[in-house]
């Protein structure tokens, strides 16, 4: 469902190159856009009926028929956006701010259509925790009352939507809006704008976030305990600095975890109800390191660089042979017949560029995600004492990882765009146990990718200026 988000992103914001790409009019394409949600309401209804069938007759994974559509519905979101954004309801609306309402309105009906996918799983939900109540209180965790559909919706959103979104849509505004100032004021500077906006939006997100979010999701102080003096030692085991420790309320329906912040000052993990209580306490201590792993390793911080240097990598690639496209065209049909073909061929070096990038963030991604993994194994290895990875620590993160799975209704063998599967990083870590922390070459890895994403980036500087000089 993330990559989904993303793509649904990326047509909102390339939705004025692609308008007038079918023979669709504006309000066929407005249509059309809000056909999507209304797609995953019809065919969630029949999932949902379908499960509910299954679990009734006792089906093994009936309930994950639903579960496995509520994936896929953000999908079917992006094909419908995709279809209007074709249409000319991009170029209805006259900029400067009607690309940017058009934009708000396809990714507004993507988000729709995966929120409706969840509206539809609450059924099984709830379904699934009342027969699981038993061995809920057997077991002696907190037994959390079944939240309303509503609720549910909402605490679905907040865990798989607002991490991906904000850290993405915020600097894409500010962007924007320098262009858009740029435009007016100093149109020989709309680039720089773009990234200087872009960079005043990445900050101002490092800033606000880990004061806003506490308000927000509600979060309350994790309370003094042993479990939180585990957490904080942990912490400091690892050179961290932690302003807080939050749990995140989610009726005991998500199992997640997260770092807000780059500044220690600012800095807070935020550990939700799910999770506390669900994971023994190594598995607990296992994802807290996962998190600091992120922190040590500045994995957040280097994700603009990664994302710029990916795009411009694949502008780089994408631009000689669009040219040469071009050219062949010129050359066989003519100057004059060639016109109408220039802008086609933009946009789909535009649309390589930006399938480039996203394959390449979801590479480096992945890489961070088994990076952290293993600074877990190694942290709570090196806590034991031991120079080597022990047998113990990479079963408390397999283990951690299983049971988020499990609480979350994810197959392990689903593939993730952002972490990759639950399977594939269980199989790379079960390779950890007995070697030397310091023969590990996924940290080599990741500083060669970090190294040429900042190669690419200063690259791209280098050639803007000497391109303006130039000018």
Sequence with gaps: MQFALIVQLSI???????????????????????CGPLAVFVLGSIAARRSMQGMDRREPDAAQRIFRFTARSG??????????????????????????????????????????????????EARVRESSTIRVLDTGRSLHPIPSRLSYVVAQARAGMIPI?????????????AVAIARAHFPEHETAAQLGGGLIGVLALFLVVPIMIPALLGLTRLPQ?????????????????????????????????????????????????????????????????????????RHLAWMLPVIVGGWWIGALLADPLALWVYDGIVEREGIDAAAPFAETVALVRDIAVSAF?????????????RQADT?????????????????????????????????NHVPVERPSWRHGS?????????????????RLGIDSLVRAICALALVA???????AFVLRDAA
Excluded at 102 to 107: G, K
Excluded at 358 to 369: D, P
Excluded at 389 to 398: E, G, L, W
């Design 75 to 124: 999908w079917i979101g992006a094909l419908f956006m995709a279809v209007a954004a074709s249409s000319a309801l991009p170029s209805t609306l006259p900029p400067p701010f009607g690309g940017a309402v058009v934009a708000a309105y396809l990714l507004s009906c993507g988000i729709a259509s995966i929120l409706v996918g969840h509206w539809h799983a609450y059924p099984v």
């Design 165 to 177: 979104i904000a850290p993405l849509i915020v600097p894409i505004v500010f962007g924007e809006v």
């Design 422 to 438: 639950i399977a594939w990083r269980q199989a790379y870590l079960r390779t950890l146990a007995g070697r030397p922390h310091a």
């Design 225 to 297: 305990g042993e479990l939180r003096d585990d957490l904080e030692e942990l912490s400091r085991g690892a050179g961290v600095g932690v302003r807080e420790i939050w749990v995140w309320p989610t009726d005991g329906l998500v199992a997640n975890a997260a770092v807000m912040g780059v500044f220690p000052g600012l800095r807070c993990v935020m550990l939700s109800d799910a999770l506390i209580e669900c994971l023994p306490r190594q598995q607990v201590l296992a994802v807290m390191a996962h998190e600091l792993g992120h922190v040590v390793h």
């Design 457 to 463: 980036v200063l690259a791209m500087l280098t050639a």
């Design 375 to 407: 600074y877990a194994v190694r942290l709570l290895s090196e806590r034991d004492q031991s120079a080597d990875a022990t047998p113990a620590s990479v079963n408390a993160m397999t283990g951690a990882l299983s049971m988020v799975a499990f609480v």
């Design 357 to 369: 990038g996203l394959l390449a963030f979801g590479f480096v991604s992945r890489r961070f995600e």
């Design 12 to 34: 909102a914001m390339l939705a004025r190159e692609l308008a007038g790409g079918l023979p669709i009019g504006a309000l066929g394409g407005a249509a059309v856009a809000l």
